[in-house]
């Protein structure tokens, strides 16, 4: 019997997550041994639960607790794998997270199941970013950076914004204070001539950032 290589999903969110567990199902390959959809729930599941690969969601690195990623290694000693959308990669590229490997949610199955066998089987997979993938913009987005005057940081604040986090979740995120998210907010709104939020995320979706 060949052995299945067991895997807990870690995600913020429940239909991606279900998605996924879709996907690995469909493989005689794996085994899925638990789910957690945020840090508390991740970090009880894996008391009981030693899965050879993590797949773990790298915002679920910034939700809450900021010494989340200490406690996890008491938890967890096995391999981890970090699995990245358009918001997180700024950050990423910035920071050094200790996993074995990265995947863009943006990749296919197949690409998915090479990149866990590989990580189970020793294999390091560094950090690397597909064109398909790269955090940038479009031609028709570089148009309202000109007409606008925003920065990068701006245009990531702006789409955060348009995804609900409030400013203390955008300051984790960005590693940077509360204070300062409110100091880009106040120069997105003027910037833009934005009466609240919701003329901020009417700006986002116009200019389709998300």
Not at 4 to 20: M, N
Not at 73 to 85: H, P, Q, S, V
Not at 115 to 125: A, H, V
Not at 138 to 156: A, C, G, K, Y
Request: charged share 25%.
């Amino acid at each position: 019997m060949t052995y299945k290589i067991k895997l807990f999903l870690a995600d913020s969110y429940s239909l991606f997550l279900e998605g996924l567990s879709i996907i690995l199902n469909s493989s005689d390959k794996f085994e899925i041994t638990g789910f957690a959809l945020n840090q508390q729930e991740l970090l009880a599941g894996l008391k009981n639960n030693s899965p050879d690969v993590l797949l773990l969601d790298f915002n679920m690195l910034f939700q809450v607790n900021t010494a989340f990623a200490q406690d996890l290694k008491k938890e967890y000693a096995n391999k981890i794998l970090i699995l990245y959308d358009s918001i997180s990669l700024s950050l990423l590229k910035k920071l050094q997270i200790d996993a074995e490997g990265f995947l863009s949610k943006t990749s296919s199955s197949h690409e998915l199941y090479d990149c866990i066998q590989e990580i189970y089987r020793g294999k390091k997979n560094g950090f690397s970013v597909k064109n398909k993938y790269v955090y940038s913009i479009t031609p028709f987005q570089q148009e309202l950076v000109s007409r606008f005057s925003l920065t990068d940081r701006e245009v990531e604040v702006i789409k955060l914004i348009a995804l609900e986090f409030s400013s203390m979740e955008i300051a984790n995120k960005l590693c940077v204070s509360e204070f300062t998210v409110d100091t880009y907010r106040k120069n997105i709104s003027r910037k833009l001539n934005a009466r609240n939020v919701a003329s901020i995320v009417n700006f986002a979706h116009r200019w389709e950032l998300i």
